[in-house]
T-cell receptor, first 115, second 115 residues
Framework: GAGVSQTPSNKVTEKGKYVELRCDPI?????LYWYRQSLGQGPEFLIYFQGTGAADDSGLPNDRFFAVRPEGSVSTLKIQRTERGDSAVYLC?????????????FGQGTRLTVV | KQEVTQIPAALSVPEGENLVLNCSFTDSAIYNLQWFRQDPGKGLTSLLL?????REQTSGRLNASLDKSSGRSTLYIAASQPGDSATYLCAVNSDRGSTLGRLYFGRGTQLTVWP
């Protein structure tokens, strides 16, 4: 597609359940990022992939959060044993290369609500 | 840790006014700075990217300046229109080895332009 695509756009889940959020980056982009945006805040970094590998996962809040990008394209963010505090908009972004001078293109986000 | 601050938090103006949105950051070790626009319930749209070696960038009615040494950027919007109503986010791309490539965001300025 022309832009970064995230599915689902909205997800409501019960506390304690497992969820998966999907990101389809722009075709050919090697760098992929996940951010989390809580209400009234700016996005906060979670994890950065360069190709298939996680180059920086230091933003993941705890071991309930995990992300994969097995073929260097689509990425899945996985959250186990969800908590109400995980409710936020999860944003995915991609950029053409690992060159830091290129801009990041963001998807529409997945709004996760844990009830 | 890089801290990004945006002032004002909210701004409401009549159509036609020229506006200045402010962004400051605490660590001058940056690759670039991006200004984004976020509409309610939507993802982020990149407006302007300024490299650390540049002083300003222009796109249409938008002009962004960067003073890296003092840790400041401004976004100037000329002849504002109701369609400019959105939240404007400033983000810096870190140049520190341990956080290379990570974007640090401010909380944004919520702009309302009324007819």
């Amino acid at each position: 597609g022309a832009g970064v695509s995230q599915t689902p756009s909205n997800k409501v889940t019960e506390k304690g359940k497992y969820v998966e959020l999907r990101c389809d980056p722009i075709s050919g982009h090697t760098a992929l990022y996940w951010y989390r945006q809580s209400l009234g805040q700016g996005p906060e970094f979670l994890i950065y992939f360069q190709g298939t590998g996680a180059a920086d996962d230091s933003g993941l809040p705890n071991d309930r959060f995990f992300a994969v990008r097995p073929e260097g394209s689509v990425s899945t963010l996985k959250i186990q044993r969800t908590e109400r505090g995980d409710s936020a908009v999860y944003l995915c972004a991609s950029s053409p290369t690992g060159n830091m001078n290129t801009e990041a293109f963001f998807g529409q986000g997945t709004r996760l609500t844990v009830v | 840790k890089q801290e990004v601050t945006q002032i004002p938090a909210a701004l409401s103006v009549p159509e036609g006014e020229n506006l200045v949105l402010n962004c400051s950051f605490t660590d001058s070790a940056i690759y670039n700075l991006q200004w984004f626009r976020q509409d309610p319930g939507k993802g982020l749209t990149s407006l302007l990217l300024i490299q650390s070696s540049q002083r300003e960038q222009t796109s249409g009615r938008l002009n962004a300046s960067l003073d890296k040494s003092s840790g400041r950027s401004t976004l100037y919007i000329a002849a504002s229109q109701p369609g400019d109503s959105a939240t404007y986010l400033c983000a810096v791309n870190s140049d520190r080895g341990s956080t290379l490539g990570r974007l640090y965001f401010g909380r944004g300025t919520q702009l309302t332009v009324w007819p």
